[in-house]
């Protein structure tokens, strides 16, 4: 790889330019440069994590922040500003069925919910504070439309996917159970193995799992009797290589330099959204490190638009470089390639291609935005079973899957429960929040508030009691695509401090998506009595103020409170289809109306199922890189002038 100043970088005709630095971007580079083509790769935020003293500095910046959110690992920045969590903020509603939330930030929200999910603007993207979930898709999330008569479909199916999963999972570097994902379904080949060994189960999992396995609840809206089943989760950290991967010969993941990569096994620190200490989570600065020369990086460079060539293809893209991330100071440049990539994020590269005014003909860019609203449900486990080891290890190491399949997901969103490892710190803000109750000065009481507060001895049994007790199970819960929620821009109206256009979101949930909620509300409450556990989720306003994401769904003549949180899993504003008329890109991930342009990443997917979309995202990434070389191979193949050939007289010519 090589690092050039921007000047230099806009001096140059490239094969190929590739807009951000994620999983997506860092794929797609790594995959053309190792073929052979020159690719300039330019990431609007900065970089810096990926030296040690940089890294160290993220954090030093974590530890210092006071709330421990995705994005507390990252110092602010002016000139690339990211969404963040903390911008959301529920308010007393000024009168019934009004608006119950407020938003300053980068987004502009226009929607009658928020959109609570964030994402990174920096070197690695959002796969520098993500969790490291890499669950795949189950077949029947790509046929949605068809077999259960809600959302869209895919032009590809499971099966195409499956041997680009395995690259993906080797790139990125997978520790998991095979046989466990067989059984779900999401794994095909019968001798597949992850290039590393599962991570261990949690005390929770363990304790879960001996009152759980085999118990079946049923939900009340689609009527499924689930089979209770703990299980692991496939996960994008260190742990022990199997040497049973790749025919027996092992995994030995190395970059460019031939030396392993960097990072330990993981060893159970809690802070993996968003950073691991010792670097056991993996990340897109691991693709990056395998760039060879042929790959050229611009950090702090803020692609503004997409260029218009001859023919309806694209010549390449404009650009801002700036040198300092606490101002927008900032110099124009352009830079030409055959191929250009837009690997931004689902709604960067939406808010770019509008701007642009590319792939126009479908109308669809922007449309069908998508995550996974989660729900939270929290709850104390029985005294008498003593401490179940929360705040150890990654967020969530085993989960409850069979709520994810079946038909009743035509009646209600299908859903995956996540066992937390970290306590009540999502749900209430615990630990701190249960000091601040004990002390009598504020925080969720979770039953243990004294007024007066408690002080001495008292104060240390009681906070032992209790947080050593937590219990939170995070819901994820499919949102299928629809037009209504969208990405759109008003350059007039709404740009960031260097002067491109902001996003303006409209979000809300369909009634599939609130009958799935109430579902999972139903089972979360009966898990934690199949437990002995005492439930203290509670959804409903508190004082005339609003939980985030708060919402109502009528059941059985009943009011019931909800309310949910993004997860970061943005998706769908770049929809994959096989018509111009309908869709934003081919199965190639490459625009209808361009033949030289592709839009990469989540932002592409019709559906998303209940799995963590990461791994299905490379997965596309690796076949669209594919596809791409075979479009650079063709456009550079040789042409060959020959002659006219001799003419050869007709028969009755040579007699006459």
Known sequence: MSVIPASAAARRHYDAIVVGAGWAGSLVAEQLGARGWQVLVLEAGNGG???????????????????????????????????????????????PGGKEFTSDGYFVQKGPLPYGTDYLRALGGAGMHWLGAVPRMHPDDFAVRRDYGYGRDWPLTAADLQPFYARAERAMGVAGDAAEQRGLGVVADPAYVYPMHGIPRSYIDGYCAERLDGEVVVEPVGGQAGELKVTALPQARNSTPDPRYNGGEGFRPSGASGLPNYGERCVG???????????????????????????????????????????????????????????????????????????????????????????????????????????????????????????????????????RFGPERRDRAPFRIELSNWGWSWATGAPLSNVAAALGVGGTPGGEVRPDGTFGPELRRLLGSAIGRQLQLQIAIEQSAEATNRVTIDPRRHRDPMGNPRPIITYDLDGHVRDGMVAAHHVAGRIFGLLGAADHTNYAPQNGVPPIGHLTRTFGGEEVHLAYRGAGHGAGTHIMGTAATDSVVDSFQRTHDHPNLYAVGCGSMPSIGTSNPTVTMAALALRSADHIDRHLAGLHRPVVVRPPAQRTPAPQEATS
């Open 49 to 95: 994590t990926e030296t040690w003293p940089g890294y160290l500095d993220s954090l030093d910046t974590f530890y210092s922040a006071v709330a421990k959110v995705p994005n507390s690992a990252y110092r602010p920045n002016k000139a690339a500003p990211s969404p963040d969590v903390l911008d959301t903020a529920p308010i007393r509603p000024a009168e």
């Open 269 to 403: 620190n809690a802070s993996c959204v968003p950073i691991c200490p010792v670097q056991a989570k993996s990340s897109p600065l691991r693709v990056q490190e395998r760039f060879n020369g042929n790959v050229t990086l611009g950090t702090r460079c803020v692609v503004t638009r997409v260029l218009h060539g001859r023919g309806g293809t694209v010549r390449g893209v404009e650009y801002r470089s700036y040198g300092d991330p606490a101002t927008p100071v900032s110099e124009p440049y352009t830079a030409e390639a055959d191929v250009v990539v837009l690997a931004a994020h689902a709604i960067e590269n939406a808010r770019l291609m509008l701007f642009s005014e590319v792939a126009t003909t479908s109308g669809e860019v922007g449309r069908n935005l998508m995550d996974h609203p989660t729900m939270l449900a929290w709850a104390l486990s029985a005294e008498a079973d003593g401490p179940v080891g929360p705040y150890r290890g990654p967020g969530h190491t085993s989960g409850v899957e069979v709520f």
